[in-house]
């Protein structure tokens, strides 16, 4: 019973210390982890990056235009990526999302694309931090995929 209580309760207290970001000009959002500080918005209004510089972790988000479908620019990031020296670990795409991951150097990234409201749109999040910090990284990956969503649809 105290657990329960004290998971009802403090679930709430500890969300509010996550902030949030919305980007007028693609419609999208996504809420931002404790301790991560905002780089401001980008010169041309795509997205923003946020660093926990500490932690050596980051969280970039943007927009831009899809030519193609979200699986093309999803293997094509994937594709690119690797010719980077990333070994892609996982990649797994809809036609409404795509998610990849990869390894290299003792860092990881997770990288999710959803289509915007428009359907001629995508908005990519990624995340990029140690390797040795995946377990505790993995709720907050859970957190931002869940919270990165098209808005205005």
Known sequence: MIILFLL????????QY???????????????????????????GAGQA?????AEQSLEAWGGPMDTG???????????N???GWGITMQTSTPQWATLSGLRDRRSFFQRLIVLCDGKSYASMRVDFPTADLNAV?????????SFVAEGC
């Not at 979200?70 to 594709?79: K, P, R």
């Open 8 to 15: 009802v309760f403090t679930t709430p207290a500890l969300a």
């Open 70 to 80: 979200l699986d093309a620019l999803a293997q094509s990031l994937a594709a690119d």
């Open 18 to 44: 996550w902030g949030h970001y919305t980007n007028a000009r693609f419609g999208y959002a996504i809420d931002v982890p404790p301790d991560f500080e905002g780089n401001g918005e980008a010169s041309d």
């Open 82 to 84: 690797a010719a980077l």
């Open 138 to 146: 993995e709720p907050v990956l859970q957190g931002l995929a869940r």
């Open 50 to 54: 946020f660093y926990r510089t500490e």
